[in-house]
């Protein structure tokens, strides 16, 4: 039996604590053997009043129970200590003296125990044992007696030895009342024995005083202090009967009675429980029903307790509140029920319609006073969003379960990309959560439907895949992002260029000619593959083309003709990005001219009349078309004027315009190719009138009355006979012709006798035919008598009284008249730059002026004046001086407003307004005069057209002094000019940065390339420029180039002690202005240093890193990429991409397996180095724990169950070189032994397969899959009562297999099939 107290007490050094102590102590004497009883007890010691937050007092989690023990036999104590710091423990006796050598104490790793054992116990053996923790927190002690008890073989065998050493010593046999005494601690099995051993023969004397003694002594050992109370409870309460007894035995037997039956407390499972608390005895039933009701009785010794338990049962009902629930996504959501009430009934939860049932996303529990039923589901989806139902007999409830969605995050964005035409394209991203729909924008435009683009998602990545990308291709591509019950968008945005591609051609075209009928092939080789090109005919692109086809092999592009016809006939292009070839395919077939054509030819001449168009055509056949030749009297026809050759694809024609007499002849036409040659012969006859009579006419006889004339007949009559000879004379100065005779065409002599004597004739002579006149032969002038000579020539003529209509000119007589008196003057006139002149009178003039009227506004005149005698018209006179049409022109007058508009260091703009008087001007005079000088110079060399002007190439800051004048035809105006000088400079501005020219004001660079600011300005007078770097003036290795608008900083090759922010600050006399620009210089990072591992909870590893020093300094996000790696395989394996910190813990690590482990800084730049873990580390295996089940005396065996299967095994697919875990849940007892199989081969014993069977779960770890990993996996659990099968399939897939992937998904929807 135990009692317990709570005791506590306070001083000023240290506050002790009595948790808990339990003792009993009993002494019994009976022939110098000492027993001891079971005693345990605890304290517990704090020393400071304030323990720092994770820290504590020891304290022993496991505490240790009293043995009893035979002598001779083995002992052990057992006790799990907790604390920290970690205490220290060590074994003490109660008595004091040192613990006995059979003894030995330790501590046992893999159960975390400490242990005392115990061999060979002996009487003296027997103790109370301290074990005693301690840290600087405090101590806390365990007591637990020992007790050791006699075996009567030692003490036989004792008794043997003592007999050989000593002689038997005589002993008084015990009177009555020792011998009473001697019994009275002792069992009623050894009464014979002990009243032997001391001699005592009153055997059954002394059994009856002893029955007497116990009489009396059970009369007064049971005192009732407190008697058992009726009680009247609710059904499904807990019910405590409890009486308080004063007892002198302590060893009494006590049982419990329902009505007239005893309860056998070891046998309900829990339902009974006897307590005891010092003298406080107690019953204890749990969960009382209407079965429970009646009266309990407690018999001790010879007393009889007994009390009436009333059970009253009321109606079940919900005693909860059913509110809606909102839970976070990837949370877990809990439903709790409490009833009024235990009850037998089953309870179903429902969502959906469909029963809820435990597995891995459900879990469906109940309370240990079985009123609370909770519902636990695991992960919660948009999915399980909806209505869940409880029912438990008549009463249902249903409460509402709302799913908040987690923000969608990027963990990797688009990023630009860059490729060229006709590559692949790539771009992806990578979302926080895998259940999200996706749609991709072009610039703004869905082409999640497009077919041009592939589209791929595997978990948390989305990519698109372009294929074969165009120019067409580039822009803004964007992923949209949303999820269920999230109206929020998230976007993400990366540009794609496409770079054009060109070709150069590495084998061109040739030309080619085949005949008609036969097959051809034009062909062009690039240097590259992916360029494509067009064919094109005659410069048109080749669509649709009978008998021809297009062909591409690689970089090789061909046009196949299977038969060559008229219409495959022409120039070929082949024309791709950056190449081109040209090529002509021609039909070859000989000339030929049709027979017929030839015969009808030779039989008479072409005949044609002088003037008309001959034009003789020849068809043909021939391809290519032949080279077509005339010849004309053995001579090739050249083309001109009047000949034309005209050619066709199937004939040609030599056509002659205004044929002449000498165009008759042979003409023959040649037809020449490459194939062949062909002749065609003809006579061409062309009939003219004839030509004109031959050589110089004589003049037998010229006098005043008759004039005789002689010539010989025409060189060619035209093809016709002279018939006749007309003559024709007009006398000097006259134009007209008058005929005066004609003569037979045999007669070539003439005698005119109707002349004037002194006259000057001229004669011509034409001869006749059927075709019409000849040409005239023409005579010189012949005079009848003697000669008179013409006027000499007038004097230069001069012009005046001009108007925009009129003129006069007037000239003087010419100084020699020719031998005879003037008839008059001939005037003509003429336009400037023209040739032809025209007379002015119609009539001979007289007078020596003449009035022009009829003339042209704006036209410039001149004219010539000719006289005219008797013996014809004189030389004409001296071409008068160029005057135009107008009326007089006014000067204009003075220029007004004249002022600046700008100015440079070079140059100076002038405005102005035109005159008002005057007309108007035709240009403007400009001069300039430096200050210092007198003389004025022109700003241009002609007049200046504008009303604005910019002298420029002036002096810097010198001053110039401006005048003008406009000008006319009428003459100059008057000079207009500023009043002050102007300096030749802009006009004063404070400085200013071009805001187009500004940098960004944040720049980052690579450590090692080129910094270069520049920045543009503009200000008047030129500003002073400083560059600062952090507020300190640059000096360094930097190069400040200064201009009068720009400034740059450069810096050739930065490094990370550049960064900081640079200021550029500009000062004239008019103001100031600075601009700065924050500047970074990064780099790839150094790698971190002295990587630590540690396995700080059984099954990961914390890995402990220094941290590198560049990603301090970067802000551009910085981290962290751990990877682990199996020794089993060479590929990394990313644990985790986002580490910001110096430490992480990886999980998820197979017991018995050996990793390395790898650290990468990344920043903006690029990784670092790694930094791997030099020596594999090896998880540690689980150890069986030891444990120690403590059973109640008489407590009754547990059922045995058959092995069966709660949760079987599920098909999986796992992606290959990932790790594969599968699971089932069973039940079975004995506990079943379980053996895996793949196919028929046994693994359970391979090295590379993991697993485990613990708490009724048997789990199989695959790491690293590969292909022949898939296949069929089979559980076996067997134990003596039957056995258990369950299998599953395990199927490997690539990245790549879509079509595999699509099925799966299919599957998966359809089949419980975990991905």
Not at 904 to 914: A, D, Q
Not at 1206 to 1228: I, N
């Amino acid at each position: 039996m135990s009692s317990s107290s709570l005791t506590s007490s306070m001083s000023s050094s240290k506050f002790r604590k009595v948790v808990q102590s339990l003792s009993k102590t009993t002494d019994a004497e009976h022939s110098g053997v000492e027993r001891k009883t079971t005693m345990e007890s605890f304290s517990q010691v704090q020393k400071p009043p304030d323990i720092p937050e994770g820290e504590s007092v020891p304290d022993f989690e496991e505490k240790l129970r009293p043995i009893t023990a035979q002598e001779g036999d083995k002992a052990v104590f057992k006790t799990k200590v907790t604390g920290n710091p970690q205490p220290s423990v060590c074994w003490e006796r109660d008595n004091g003296s040192p613990l006995p050598d059979s003894t030995t104490s330790f501590y046992d790793n893999i159960t975390n125990q400490h242990i005392i054992k115990f061999k060979n116990l002996s009487l003296e053996d027997a103790d109370v044992y301290k074990c005693i923790a301690f840290n600087k927190h405090g101590e806390a002690t365990l007591s637990v007696s020992l007790a050791v008890t006699e075996n009567p073989a030692m003490d036989f065998k004792k008794m043997l030895k003592k007999r050989s050493v000593e002689k038997k010593e005589e002993k008084k046999p015990p009177t009555e009342e020792e011998m009473l005494k001697i019994l009275a601690g002792a069992d009623r099995k050894d009464y014979e024995r002990i009243c032997a051993e001391h001699g005592f023969t009153d055997f059954r004397g002394i059994l009856k005083k002893l029955k007497e003694m116990k009489k009396k002594a059970e009369v007064e050992m049971v005192r009732v202090l407190k008697p058992l109370e009726d009680i009247s409870v609710r059904a499904d309460s807990n019910v405590i009967f409890d009486t308080i007894l004063e007892l002198k035995d302590p060893n009494i037997r006590m049982h419990w009675f329902l009505g007239t039956e005893l309860l056998r407390i070891q046998y309900s499972q829990g339902k009974y429980e006897v307590k005891q608390m010092g003298t406080k005895h107690m019953l204890c039933i749990s969960s009382v029903r209407l079965s429970d009701m009646g009266t309990y009785s407690l018999q001790v010794g010879d007393k009889r307790l007994s009390a009436r338990l009333n059970v009253i049962d009321e109606p079940l009902k919900f005693v909860s509140d059913f509110k809606p629930k909102k839970v976070t996504e990837r949370q877990t959501a809990v439903f709790e029920v409490r009833l009024s009430k235990k009850t037998d009934a089953p309870l179903v939860w429902k969502v959906k319609g469909k029963e809820v049932k435990r597995d891995e996303k459900f879990d469906v529990s109940l309370s240990e006073d079985g009123l609370t039923y909770t519902l636990k589901i695991k992960d919660v989806k948009v999915s399980d969003t909806g209505d869940y139902t409880i029912s438990i007999g008549d009463l249902t409830a249903t409460m509402p379960l709302f799913i908040e969605r987690i923000p969608i995050k990027f963990t990797s964005n688009l990023k630009n990309v860059r490729v060229q035409e006709r590559g692949n394209a790539r771009l992806e991203c990578e979302m926080s959560s895998k259940d999200v729909h996706l749609r991709w924008l072009k610039d703004g435009s869905d082409i999640t439907g497009d077919r041009r683009y592939i589209f791929m998602r595997e978990g948390k990545r989305a990519e698109v895949i372009l294929e074969d990308t165009q120019l067409a291709d580039e822009g803004e591509y964007s992923v949209i992002c949303t999820q269920d019950n999230d109206e929020q968008q998230y976007v993400t945005s990366a540009n794609l260029t496409v770079d054009e591609r060109f070709a150069s051609v590495k084998s061109g075209m040739s030309d080619a000619q085949c005949a008609t009928g036969s097959p051809a092939e034009l062909c062009v080789v690039l240097d590259d593959e992916k360029v494509d090109g067009v064919w094109l005919k005659d410069g048109v692109e080749i669509s649709q083309l009978s008998g021809v086809q297009v062909g591409k092999q690689g970089a090789v592009h061909k046009l196949v003709f299977s038969r060559v016809t008229e219409t495959h006939e022409g120039q070929y292009t082949f024309r791709a990005k950056g190449a081109e070839s040209e090529a002509v395919l021609s039909i070859a077939d000989p000339p030929e001219i049709d027979p017929s054509v030839l015969d009808l030819l030779g039989a008479q001449p072409v005949t044609v009349k002088a003037g008309q168009t001959a034009t003789i055509k020849i068809p043909f056949k021939g391809k290519p078309p032949p080279k077509v030749t005339w010849y004309k009297d053995g001579v090739e026809v050249i083309e001109d004027e009047r000949t034309k050759v005209e050619r066709t694809a199937d004939g040609t024609a030599l056509v002659l315009n205004r044929c002449v007499r000498e165009d008759s002849g042979a003409i023959l036409l040649r037809l020449k190719s490459d194939c062949g040659t062909a002749i065609a012969n003809l006579q061409l006859s062309v009939i003219d009138h004839p030509k004109p009579p031959q050589g110089k006419v004589e003049f037998p006889e010229l006098s005043g009355r008759c004039i005789r004339m002689k010539w010989k007949a025409p060189r060619d009559d035209g093809g016709k006979q002279v018939t006749s000879f007309v003559i024709e004379r007009r006398p000097a100065g006259k134009k007209s012709w008058t005929r005066v005779g004609e003569v037979d065409g045999s007669t070539t002599v003439f005698s005119d006798d109707k002349v004037e004597e002194g006259q000057a004739y001229q004669f011509r002579i034409r001869a006749v035919n059927a075709e019409g006149l000849s040409e005239p032969l023409e005579t010189e002038e012949v005079r009848a008598g003697e000669p008179i000579e013409p006027p000499g020539a007038a004097s230069q003529p001069q012009v005046s009284s001009i108007t925009q209509s009129s003129m006069t000119v007037s000239w003087t007589p010419p100084a020699d008249d020719g031998g005879a008196p003037l008839l008059g003057y001939i005037l003509e006139r003429k336009k400037k730059g023209g040739n032809m002149w025209l007379q002015v009178n119609k009539e001979l003039l007289t007078d020596t002026s003449f009035t022009v009227d009829g003339l042209v506004d704006e036209v410039e005149y001149e004219f010539r004046v000719t006289g005219v005698n008797r013996a014809g018209t004189g030389s004409p006179s001296t071409v008068s001086n160029a005057v135009l049409a107008k009326d007089p022109i006014r000067a204009p007058g003075l220029v007004r407003n004249l002022c600046v508009s700008d100015s440079t260091n070079s140059s100076i703009s002038l405005r102005w307004t035109p005159p008002e008087e005057g007309d108007e001007p035709s240009g403007y005079i400009l001069e300039l005069r430096p200050e210092g000088m007198k003389e004025w110079i022109k700003a241009t060399k002609i007049p200046i057209t504008g009303a604005a002007f910019t002298v420029a190439g002036l002096q810097e800051r010198m001053k110039y002094y401006f005048r003008i004048w406009a000008v006319n035809k009428g003459g100059v105006g008057g000079p207009a000019e500023l009043s002050e000088g102007v300096l030749a400079m802009p006009p004063p501005a404070a400085p200013r940065f071009d805001i187009q020219g500004k940098l960004k004001n944040r720049t980052v660079v690579r450590a090692g390339t080129t910094l270069c600011l520049n920045l543009s300005f503009t200000a008047s007078p030129p500003p002073v420029v400083t560059w600062y770097k952090d507020n300190i003036p640059t000096t360094g290795k930097e190069v400040i180039t200064k201009g009068k608008n720009h400034s740059q900083f450069l810096i050739s090759s930065a490094r990370r002690a550049d960064s900081g922010v640079y200021r550029v600050h500009l000062k004239n006399d008019y103001g100031e202005a600075h601009y700065d620009v924050n500047v970074r210089v990064t780099d790839f990072p150094r790698p971190p240093k002295n990587l630590l591992l540690e396995e700080e909870v059984p099954g990961t590893v914390t890995l402990q890193w220094d941290h590198t020093p560049d990603l301090d300094d970067d802000d551009d996000g910085a981290h962290y990429v751990i990877l682990k790696r199996d020794t089993s395989t060479a590929s990394w394996f990313t644990v985790a991409e986002s580490v910001f910190s110096s430490k992480y813990t990886v999980t998820g690590l197979l017991p018995g397996r050996k990793y390395y482990f790898r650290v990468i800084a990344q920043n903006s730049i690029g990784d670092s180095d790694p930094l791997d873990s030099k020596e594999p580390f090896i998880i540690a295996k689980e150890e069986k724990s030891i444990s120690s089940l403590w059973v109640k005396e008489c407590g009754s065996p547990p059922r045995q169950v058959k092995p069966t299967f709660l949760l079987p095994l599920k098909d999986h697919a796992v992606r290959r070189g990932r790790d594969c875990t599968m699971s089932c849940a069973y039940q079975g007892l004995p506990t079943p032994q379980a053996c895996w199989y793949k196919g028929k081969s046994k693994i359970s014993d391979f090295p590379r397969f993991w697993h485990s069977t613990a708490n009724g779960v048997c789990t199989l770890v695959i790491p690293t899959c590969g292909a022949k990993d898939g296949g069929e996996y089979t559980l076996v659990l067997e134990n003596p009562l039957g056995t258990a099968k369950c299998s599953c399939k395990l199927l490997i897939y690539d990245k790549d297999d879509k079509g595999l992937l699509e099925s799966l998904t299919n599957q998966g929807n359809k089949e419980k099939l975990i991905l």
